[in-house]
Antibody, heavy 122, light 108 residues
Framework: QVQLVQSGSELKKPGASVKVSCKAS????????MNWVRQAPGQGLEWMGW????????TYAQGFTGRFVFSLDTSVSTAYLQISSLKAEDTAVYYC???????????????WGQGTLVTVSS | EIVLTQSPGTLSLSPGERATLSCRAS???????LAWYQQKPGQAPRLLIY???SRATGIPDRFSGSGSGTDFTLTISRLEPEDFAVYYC?????????FGGGTKVEIK
């Protein structure tokens, strides 16, 4: 069965960096793009962008350029989200997500990781 | 960029009642590429409906979606205790994909 398992919660100080991992299993990793979605405390869902798991080419949504980097290690079927120069407003749960098997439509999210809480506080 | 507005913000209902949730888009959603998700506290969202009206795998038939263009509806025919949650609509017909602000369905 398809699983996306994310790394654990992080507590970071302002200005630090964090790297969140999302390990995929149960399918061919390079067959589906990986998306990242942010949810600030008590708030809604915000699409951050996606990474082409074949080419490694990332696409970032507006507001997620510069400090946010998507990357891959296809040898271990894992996607990464790195955030640098952390600010208090980066405090949120970050999810990785991919399309369902049917329909296989980019931008539709049928499988989600369990989420990683990143807390930025001095 | 398409903006989705959900209403009401909160819906207070009793188990067994019918829930009707609305999602309005700022412009027409291409190919009715409109989805609905359910999210419970501390959990990731779960896909319920895609293509405006198709249920995702394993979703009970008390959940139904309808609509086209700019106006979409999620209906839960008879609320079960496990249905009390937050519901988000999302368009995926054009980039960037966008979510609505959510509707909380709470127990009255």
């Amino acid at each position: 069965q398809v699983q996306l398992v994310q790394s654990g919660s992080e507590l970071k100080k302002p200005g630090a960096s964090v790297k969140v991992s999302c390990k995929a299993s149960g399918y061919t990793f390079t067959s589906y793009a990986m998306n990242w979605v942010r949810q600030a405390p008590g708030q809604g869902l915000e699409w951050m962008g996606w990474i082409n798991t074949n080419t490694g080419n990332p696409t970032y949504a507006q507001g997620f350029t510069g400090r946010f980097v998507f990357s891959l290690d296809t040898s271990v079927s894992t996607a990464y989200l790195q955030i640098s120069s952390l600010k208090a407003e980066d405090t949120a749960v970050y999810y990785c997500a991919r399309a369902p098997s049917t329909p296989m439509v980019r931008g539709l999210f049928g499988y989600w990781g369990q989420g990683t809480l990143v807390t930025v506080s001095s | 960029e398409i903006v989705l507005t959900q209403s009401p913000g909160t819906l207070s209902l009793s188990p067994g009642e019918r829930a009707t949730l609305s999602c309005r888009a700022s412009q027409s959603v291409s190919s009715s590429y409109l989805a609905w998700y359910q999210q419970k506290p501390g959990q990731a969202p779960r896909l319920l409906i895609y293509g405006a009206s198709s249920r995702a795998t394993g979703i009970p038939d008390r959940f139904s979606g309808s609509g086209s263009g700019t106006d979409f509806t999620l209906t839960i025919s008879r609320l079960e205790p496990e249905d009390f949650a937050v519901y988000y609509c999302q368009q995926y017909g054009s980039s960037p994909p966008a979510f609505g602000g959510g509707t909380k369905v709470e127990i009255k």
